[in-house]
């Protein structure tokens, strides 16, 4: 089992960044296929970007490519979504999400056994 929490979310401005960090608990983290979500206001959680376990694979949704990258060190068990040129429709609650038995977890919520408690992001106009 692993336990995971995020930080570094926030209020920025259009345009701006941020790095949000997921840290896990225990000594298995490079076992976990690693995955970010978000859910904003009214809306359903939807996936974000995904990072096999060696860190070598990699997937986003269309509307984050080119601006969000994630990464992880497996030494630090810990894994990253560093978010540039920040829009309003980004505002989320954003989780990390652990996927076990896997070498990518993918964009299906439902394969992921483990979740964060969420971070709020803010985009302001």
């Known amino acids: 089992q692993v336990q995971l929490v995020e930080s570094g979310g926030g209020l920025v401005q259009a345009g701006g960044s941020l790095r949000l960090s997921c840290v896990a608990s225990?000594?298995?983290?490079?076992?976990?296929?690693m995955g970010w979500f978000r859910q904003a206001p009214g809306k359903e959680r939807e996936f974000v970007a995904a990072?096999?376990?060696?860190?070598?694979?990699?997937g986003y949704v269309d509307s984050v490519k080119g601006r969000f990258t994630i990464s992880r060190d497996n030494a630090k068990n810990t894994v990253y979504l560093q978010m540039n040129s920040l829009k309003p429709e980004d505002t989320a609650v954003y989780y990390c999400?652990?996927?076990?038995?896997?070498?990518?977890?993918?964009?299906?919520?439902?394969?992921?056994?483990?979740w964060g408690q969420g971070t709020q992001v803010t985009v302001s106009t």
């Open positions: 990072i096999s376990r060696s860190g070598t694979d990699t």
């Open positions: 999400a652990a996927r076990s038995a896997a070498y990518y977890g993918g964009s299906d919520s439902r394969y992921y056994a483990y």
């Open positions: 225990g000594r298995t983290f490079s076992t976990y296929a």
